[in-house]
């Protein structure tokens, strides 16, 4: 790269090389002059007092890119179906999501492009609840002019293949088919009322699911079984199994998902509040059974897990351990 230096006061006339960030501390960030702005007489003072004293124009060598390029170059290699692009800005493009769904971030290739010199990627966590329009990501180079090579190594990273799926993404929802199976003789006796249906209910609304059944069954765990094999027959996607989930001799409701499925992922969770989640497969119906704090906390290890099933993401036991890395949700 070359560059060259020219005071402000001689800059009427020329292009600027890189947009130029103003700062006023508690007021304004932001960009102030776009990249090839021709500088007026009246910038001068603007300048000067953003404590620009010279301005550079630059000329690329061949394999170089200016920052602006490399940022674009690098949104289209990463970016998903399910992201739009920003305008590139400041040297830097941010992913939004084109819809709501759960956020997709291959964390390996994500990780090792960072390792890069000069590199920087920026994402929200993985697997959780986006909404269209929310930004997810940011990518920039760090320098204003950045070899090609380190763009393109960026690129073949992209080009490796992992089950078809770009870097970051937003999957969409699949459309689904909730049943709640709630437990307790005194619920069923009309001695209690439910807390969990309403809560339930208003926590898929949130996903613009409308739970299709709830069936109100005892203590006894033939017919837990029996309300949770029900479901999956009639079609359910996803079955919530709730209450009787403590350590309880009483509590049947793990032993009835355990007998109604064909996989057990995890009874239990390095989440809290949650830890006491299960999660088990008939076929291809989830089947939550869900403990008192989904009902009574904001946040659980049901609230973090539920994107990845809304998505069609299939839960391993791998995934459950994985949690335990900012799995304490309290405050």
Request: with cysteine; charged share 25%.
């Amino acid at each position: 790269m070359k560059r060259r230096e020219i005071r402000v006061e001689d800059a009427v006339g020329l292009q600027l090389a890189h947009d130029m960030t103003r700062i006023v501390p508690g007021e304004f960030k932001g960009r102030q002059f776009r990249r090839g702005h021709v500088v007026r007489e009246e910038d001068i003072p603007m300048l000067l007092d953003m404590g620009k004293r010279h301005i550079y124009v630059l000329e690329l060598e061949p394999g170089e890119l200016h920052e602006d390029d490399a940022a674009q170059q690098m949104a289209k290699a990463l970016a998903g179906p399910g992201l739009v692009h920003s305008a590139v800005e400041e040297g830097k493009v941010v992913l939004r999501a084109k819809h709501d769904g759960m956020l997709w971030i291959d964390a390996r290739r994500v990780v090792t492009m960072n390792g890069i010199e000069h590199i920087s990627i920026s994402t929200r966590r993985p697997y959780m609840h986006v909404r269209a329009g929310q930004s997810v990501a940011s990518v920039r180079p760090i320098p204003l002019v950045i070899g090609q090579d380190k763009i393109r190594a960026v690129e073949l990273i992209a080009e490796e293949t992992w089950g078809g799926r770009s870097i970051i993404d937003v999957l969409p929802y699949r459309d689904q088919q909730v049943h709640i199976v709630t437990t307790g003789s005194e619920i069923q006796s009309g001695r209690v009322e439910d807390k969990s249906g309403p809560v339930l209910r208003a926590k898929f609304a949130e996903f613009g699911i409308e739970v299709k059944d709830q069936q109100f069954v005892g203590d006894e765990q033939e017919d837990i079984v029996s309300a949770i094999v029900s479901a999956c027959d009639q079609g359910a996607t996803l079955v919530c199994v709730t209450g009787g989930m403590s350590v309880d001799p009483d509590d049947r409701s793990p032993g009835a998902i355990r007998a109604a499925a064909t996989e057990v992922v995890s009874h239990g969770t390095p989440v809290i509040p949650g830890s006491m989640l299960m999660l088990a497969y008939r076929e291809r119906t989830a089947i939550f059974g869900l403990p008192g704090a989904v009902i009574h906390d904001a946040r659980t290890s049901f609230d973090v897990l539920l994107p990845r099933i809304l998505a069609g993401a299939r839960v391993r036991k791998r995934d459950i351990a994985m949690l335990a890395i900012g799995g304490w949700l309290n405050d």
